[in-house]
């Protein structure tokens, strides 16, 4: 029972931490957003969104562009791209936080994204998902095994939806208008990460479907059948007597 209790509880942890991180992971290195290349299809995108416009973070705003802004601005990226070959939009973004930190005097954040980063950080994701799942799988008895992997699967996706799709789609890009580059200030438009939260948002919906089914088969396959109903002792020996 202590064994089961503790599987139980460490395979749920290692599932949910192991799936909502491979949602995560998944979309990133699919989606295309932190190839290098898409980091010069984003560039146009931010310059667009950083120049004259007084709207936060880009979005909903009806200013008018200044071209030389925009291009000075396409340059310094253009630029960072240049001195850091094979960086994406992730690199982007962690190293000018990290500088905006240094800057401040607080230490700075450096988290490796490159794509092979975030490929081997999906692995283990699997890994660690996988993990989870075989554990919860050989700790409940029965039926029960179903339910908690469908309140798993249903849960993750419900907390991904909450945690990853809602901020970078509604709340990143106001947080984000801070970053600067030689001077200028970016702002990062919802558009950029729209391939990403795409793909997050489809994976979210596909996992909380197999939560649901997994769910409805426990309840619908595995639900106890009513037991026949038996004739009292007295009826049966008036029923024997009357065919005799």
Not at 73 to 79: D, F, N, T, Y
Not at 168 to 175: N, S
Not at 236 to 243: D, K
């Amino acid at each position: 029972m202590v064994l089961a209790g503790l599987g139980r509880w460490l395979g749920g942890i290692l599932f949910f931490f192991g799936l909502i991180s491979f949602i995560t992971l998944y979309a990133a290195n699919n989606s295309g957003v932190l190839s290098p290349q898409y980091l010069n299809s984003a560039i146009g995108q931010i310059a667009n969104a950083s120049s004259s416009c007084s709207s936060i973070g880009g979005i909903g705003s009806s200013c008018t562009a200044n071209n030389t802004e925009v291009s000075q601005i396409e340059s310094a990226l253009s630029q960072f791209s240049t001195n850091n070959p094979g960086c994406n939009l992730g690199c982007l973004l962690t190293q000018e936080l990290s500088q905006a930190s240094l800057t401040a005097n607080k230490t700075g954040v450096s988290v490796p994204l490159s794509t092979s980063d975030t490929g081997l950080y999906q692995i283990i994701a699997e890994v660690v998902a996988v993990i989870g799942a075989v554990l919860i799988f050989f700790s409940y008895e029965g039926s029960k095994k179903l339910s908690a992997l469908g309140r798993g699967f249903l849960s993750v996706s419900i907390i991904s939806f909450v945690s990853t799709y809602i901020p970078l789609v509604y709340v990143f890009p106001y947080l984000l208008s801070n970053l600067t580059l030689d001077g200028f200030k970016l702002s990062i438009p919802a558009s950029v990460t729209a391939p990403f939260t795409s793909l997050v948002l489809n994976l979210d919906i596909i996992f909380a479907i197999v939560g649901i089914v997994l769910i409805a088969i426990k309840y619908v396959a595995f639900r106890k059948k009513p037991a026949p109903t038996q004739l009292p002792m007295t009826q049966l020996s008036t029923g024997n007597q009357n065919n005799v």
